[in-house]
């Protein structure tokens, strides 16, 4: 069920809500967190919607996406829609667009939605403040989630969540290498446990997840960590032994080969926005090892 409320107030969509809730019964479910989205277009808006509502799944929350309408606009209006039902996953979805002056004050429009005595996740599923922490919503927020992938310059937009990183931001180029990670700790977790000398990560150079990932690498090992343009793999290079990981740009299984040893075939599939997001919604505290990868990308080199 989808409900439009042109031109209303915060008061009138709550009571819409209440409502809804007593009508229906939709919903009843208990909280855990409320999801806060600020999308830059009614293009990706859809999208992350629909994102939101499969990880909702797992994690039962209220939405509410915020946009800005018409900036110029000489009056301030707000117009909101409100999604229940199968319209919005294991929850409900509060769309409020902004109008005027009220689009710059977009925190204090969604403060009376936010759900009491449980945590607040912001969300830039494109565009994303250069200090996410110090953003209006993004103080709202114990967790903030940017998405580099979608900047025009993603490895800049990378490298400048460094300077402005506080406890609680991550970007979905992180949960995106999750089993990458996982496989080559388990690859080299095997004899002959030897120090890893040097190690090679190729890829698309607009694949921010690529440079996180060579970020992880280079904080982990003593040798020299390249990253270059090229198929999508990473290495890693021992004494007696390479270990490499490598699958098709549009592939959903990679191959794990090492030297001297029968090559390993394993489900490897690039990682849609949905699984990241619920992924990222699995944790709220500080992820102290995403702020070292981000750190370990100046020790990288580029080739």
Known sequence: MIVELPDTTTNEINTKITGLREEGGALAL???????IAPDSEETLEEAIEAANFASREHPCRVIVTLAGDRGSRHSRLDAELRVG????????????LHGELADHADS?????????????????????????QDPLGRLAVRRITDATRAPDPLAALKDRLPG????????????????????ASAIDEPPHEPIESAVVSGLQTEPALDILAGWLATRIDGTVSRTVGTLKVELNRASE??????????????LSRTSRPIALVPLARRDIQECLAEELR??????????ALEGIDKVVYR
Do not use: C, K, M, N
């Open 242 to 255: 390479t270990v490499t990981l490598a699958r098709p740009q549009e592939g959903r299984t990679a191959t």
């Open 30 to 36: 208990g909280r855990v967190l409320t999801l806060v």
């Open 165 to 184: 990183y506080a406890a609680g931001d991550t970007d979905v180029a992180w949960s995106r290498i999750t089993y990458w990670r996982a496989l080559l």
């Open 86 to 97: 199968r319209d919005a996953g294991a929850g409900e979805v509060v769309v409020l667009r």
């Open 109 to 133: 429009v969604v403060l009376p939605f936010l759900l009491p005595d449980t945590p607040v996740v912001a969300w830039w599923p494109t565009a994303a403040p250069a200090v996410p922490a």
């Open 283 to 292: 944790r709220l505290d500080a992820d102290e090892i995403y702020h070292e």
